[in-house]
């Protein structure tokens, strides 16, 4: 049993490394045909650790018959792996070119050209064969598809190094994954060879799986962080104006009234605007330009507060939240934008109202404590505007 206690802990190490690989489905993603010949492959790999198993136990106790049946499932099942291995890293590194057809083919001719040989070892030993003892003796054959499954290993590192410095972020992470796990199988491939009644080719395949899972998940985490970034900034992001929207600011005013709590924020302020007049553009000139209207006024803001960040919270409500250098140079800020307004007002340009409050430590329990008192003054101006109008 020493030489089966090697693929025991291997099974049981590849089952729970590769748990979420093995035995969830990823029939959905951009991952999915990823995860789908990754997964064939770590099966390939199960069936290869189980034959090397019972071939310890088989060999071990000298039932030759039953020792020479799992020895022929042990080589298909190498030479299996080998294929879908080459299989996988060609969907995962995205290469579908001359150079990685012919490697397939490679692939495809090692596994057909070692079923044929197994076929010829029933009559004629140029793979294995067993003692009369019970002995196992490897043949030529043996160490000739060793050598080959060799270069093919290094072959594949060798390219994918290459490929790898000429690449960057994501790719050069996948061309890594694929040259180290090469690199390792190469080596214990050699050492294989060398010591055929040692499980090597079984330590290298667990190193070299772990490593591969270990890119695949990581790659698949960071391709979920994107697409959860890319959901969530359209769900924040107001379609017409392209800035902030009510959700991301009722996100914001949780996130500041938590800093304020901890003490990390002692001060800020609120600006309130509302367009003045929009329901008269769009009754006189159509919706298309109040639209125009309302990113006239969203560019006006956001100009005059550019550095604080702005929110649409409604169809002409808008927000600037003044921390820092603008919530210090906040009058001033204020009463420039008033003046802007004014000018706007006089060559009838987009008039907006707007209303200033700062947070007072004590009386005011929340945001909307400070938006409340920023919006009535906001109603103050709207409705000087209008005077001035009139």
Request: with cysteine; net charge positive.
């Amino acid at each position: 049993m020493y030489y089966s206690s090697f693929g025991i802990l291997a099974l049981i190490m590849h089952i729970i490394v590769n748990a979420d690989t093995l035995f969830r489905s990823h029939k959905k993603g951009p991952n999915a045909a990823v995860r789908g010949r990754f997964r064939a492959f770590l099966f390939s790999i199960m069936i290869f650790y189980i034959s090397d198993i019972i071939w310890g136990a088989l060999h071990e106790s000298k039932i030759v018959p039953l020792a020479y049946a799992d020895t022929v499932v042990f080589f298909v099942s190498m030479a299996m792996t080998l294929l879908l291995w080459i299989r996988f890293i060609n969907i995962y590194l995205n290469r579908f070119n001359t150079t990685s057809r012919i490697i397939h083919y490679i692939a495809w001719s090692i596994f057909t050209s070692e079923l044929i040989v197994i076929i010829i070892n029933f009559f004629y030993p140029l793979m294995f064969t067993f003692k009369a003892d019970g002995e196992y003796a490897p043949g030529p054959a043996r160490y000739l598809i060793l050598v080959i499954h060799l270069i093919l290993f290094s072959l594949i590192s060798l390219i994918t190094l290459v490929r790898a410095a000429k690449t960057k972020d994501r790719d050069r992470l996948h061309h890594n994954a694929i040259c180290i796990s090469g690199i390792v199988m190469a080596l214990f491939v050699a050492l294989q060879a060398q010591y055929p009644l040692l499980p090597f080719y079984a330590i290298g395949c667990l190193i070299a799986t772990s490593i591969i899972n270990t890119y695949v998940v990581v790659d698949e985490r960071m391709t979920n962080a994107q697409q959860l970034g890319t959901a969530k900034a359209a769900a924040f992001k107001d379609s017409l104006t392209s800035i902030r929207n009510a959700n991301a600011f009722n996100e914001y005013k949780t996130d500041l009234e938590n800093k304020v709590r901890k003490g990390v924020v002692a001060e800020y302020g609120l600006v309130v605007f509302d367009l003045n007049d929009l329901k008269t553009v769009n009754d006189t000139h159509g919706h298309d330009a109040g639209d125009r209207y309302i990113r006239e006024g969203s560019r006006l803001i956001c100009t005059a507060f550019k550095h604080s960040p702005v929110f649409r919270i409604g169809g002409d409500e808008f927000v600037a939240v003044l921390l820092n250098d603008d919530y210090q140079h906040r009058d001033g800020l204020v009463a420039s934008f008033n003046r802007q307004v004014d000018e706007n007002l006089k060559n009838r340009q987009v008039v907006i109202s707007a209303g200033m409050s700062t947070f007072v430590p004590g009386q005011d329990s929340c945001v909307n404590d400070v938006f409340a008192r920023a919006d009535e003054r906001m109603y103050v101006r709207k409705k000087e505007l209008k005077n001035r109008r009139a």
